[in-house]
């Protein structure tokens, strides 16, 4: 079982940047991956982006890239969402999650650990 605790989420002005930080603990395994996925009010919860900590390599939406950067920390316990020129359709709950398989797969039903989300809300 892995914990995850988000934190960063807050009110911000489109165009503006918001870093948000998803830390870990419990049973991690250094081939898996961590992915941000968000849900915005009476909508599916969708992918956002995904890293494998021991490889490095990323993935992201089509509706967020060159915009979004994901990453981990040194210690492999923490990743983080650096967002950058925020638009209102941005506004979501974000979730970390977790999963164990090296892949990195955007369907939400593949990842098995999630933490309780932190709210990005980005005014016009």
């Known amino acids: 079982q892995v914990q995850l605790v988000e934190s960063g989420g807050d009110l911000v002005q489109a165009g503006g940047s918001l870093r948000l930080a998803c830390v870990a603990s419990g049973r991690t395994f250094s081939s898996s991956v961590m992915g941000w996925f968000r849900q915005a009010p009476g909508k599916e919860r969708e992918f956002v982006a995904a890293?494998?900590?021991?490889?490095?390599?990323?993935r992201y939406a089509d509706s967020v890239k060159g915009r979004f950067t994901i990453s981990g920390g040194a210690a492999r316990n923490t990743v983080y969402l650096q967002m950058n020129s925020l638009k209102p359709e941005d506004t979501a709950v974000y979730y970390c999650?977790?999963?164990?398989?090296?892949?990195?797969?955007?369907?939400?039903?593949?990842?098995?650990?999630w933490g309780q989300g932190t709210q990005v809300t980005v005014s016009p």
């Open positions: 890293i494998n900590w021991s490889a490095g390599n990323t």
């Open positions: 999650a977790h999963q164990r398989s090296s892949f990195l797969y955007t369907s939400r039903y593949q990842y098995v650990d």
